[in-house]
């Protein structure tokens, strides 16, 4: 059976830099599923749909047929590097309201599993371990206060010459957490047997160690 490792958490925990470096070190594949409802939402807005319930099926198609290529780092729609479009705090927004439709959640099933392949996978989100990868031998649930989270976020906003004002970008990801975690839908939540995480007060390194303690273990 392939490995996988679901790192899961709220909005801005350090998901992606945990899971990418503990692929990194292990010699694994990284799914990165939030890039996945991101490349959604910006196909459905750039299509000009409203991202509500009335264009679910609409956009459930469009999320099965995404013409979605990861080159080098690089995000290529259709064609087009949207690397840096779909990074944006609008993006995540766009993100999360797509991910609350059911039919664009069940669409985007198949494409994450395939991303499991020898010799094994990371793969972050909100219910990598609850939905996805279910039958996964280790679950990390990361969390981190909202402050924490929201200076880390303003940081790598200004380390890109991105302005932003720190009590905005908790409002946007409180907001973000309270829709992901209040949809009927895999809503976020702990899998019954993640291993909880809290990295509030640790480096990115204690954590990747802490990961692979774990998965020795
Ligand atoms: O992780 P990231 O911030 O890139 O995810 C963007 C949004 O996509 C999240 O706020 C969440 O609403 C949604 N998402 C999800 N399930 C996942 C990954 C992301 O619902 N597995």
Request: no cysteine; hydrophobic share 40%.
């Given at each position: 059976h392939i490995p996988v490792i679901c790192v899961d958490g709220p909005t801005a925990s350090g998901k992606g830099t945990l899971a990418s470096e503990v692929a990194r070190r292990l010699g694994y594949h990284y799914l990165d599923s939030g890039a996945l409802y991101r490349i959604t939402g910006l196909a459905a807005v750039r299509a000009g749909l409203a991202l509500d319930v009335a264009h679910e099926h609409t956009i459930a198609r469009m999320a099965e047929t995404l013409p979605v290529v990861f080159v080098d780092g690089s995000v290529l729609l259709a064609g087009q590097d949207v690397t840096d479009d779909i990074r944006t705090e609008e993006a995540g927004m766009n993100a999360s309201k797509v991910s609350a439709l059911p039919a664009v959640r069940s669409a985007l099933v198949a494409l994450q599993q395939s991303f499991r392949r020898l010799p094994g996978l990371v793969a972050d989100g909100r219910?990598?371990?609850?939905?996805?990868?279910?039958?996964?031998p280790m679950k990390v649930f990361l969390t981190a206060s909202a402050g924490q989270r929201a200076d880390r976020r303003h940081k790598q906003l200004i380390s890109k010459g991105i302005q932003a004002k720190i009590d905005d970008l908790r409002a946007d990801l409180e907001a973000r957490d309270a829709r992901d975690s209040n949809?009927?839908?895999?809503?976020l939540k702990p899998a019954q047997d993640a291993l909880l995480l809290d990295?509030?007060?640790?480096t990115v390194e204690e954590s990747v160690a802490q990961v692979l303690r774990w998965w020795e273990e």
């Open positions: 219910d990598m371990g609850t939905v996805i990868f279910p039958d996964a949809r009927a839908v895999a809503p990295n509030s007060s640790q």
